[in-house]
């Protein structure tokens, strides 16, 4: 299974389209993970035009947004259970707010957003993702998503672009 993970789609004024680089990838998805600031219900309509797409509100997110995805879920996907969470709230690191949240959860995955900075890495038996920015890099050299392969084993690589 292909799972494309993404996060803080934040567009900027006068775009109205995600990148092409993203789409392309989408093409071929079996499953679309959005992990918070999606900014715009418009992102989750061209998203779902390539494949099913779940995904949790962010602090940035409107009403309608906030209406339509919780703050955080979990999503069975063949053995794993991948926990999705924004990860905004006060004190301690964004890192920490996501384990935090799935703490009562066996979960195998957590994905998360907030930081728009790329990190992948394992607390413990459980592999931390956030994908970064595919549309608001801030200072960083590139935009970032993330595909998640999932098949006997787990694997996970970056699209920088």
Known sequence: MKIILLADTHLPSGQNKLPSRLLETCEAADLIIHAGDWKSMQVYEE???YAKV????GNIDDEEIRRSFPLKQTVEVGNYRIGVVHGHGEGKTTEKRALEA???????IIVFGHSHIPMM???G???LINPGSPTAKR???N???CILHIER?????????
């Not at 779940?54 to 509100?57: E, H, K, L, T």
């Not at 799935?102 to 195998?108: G, H, K, L, R, T």
């Not at 084993?153 to 672009?161: D, Q, S």
């Open 143 to 145: 935009y970032s998503f």
């Open 139 to 141: 200072k960083l050299p």
């Open 121 to 123: 890495r394992y607390a």
């Open 54 to 57: 779940i995904g949790v509100s």
């Open 153 to 161: 084993v787990v694997r996970a690589e970056f699209v920088f672009f």
């Open 102 to 108: 799935f703490e009562e959860d066996e979960v195998d």
């Open 47 to 49: 998203l779902s035009q």
């Open 125 to 127: 038996k459980t592999l």
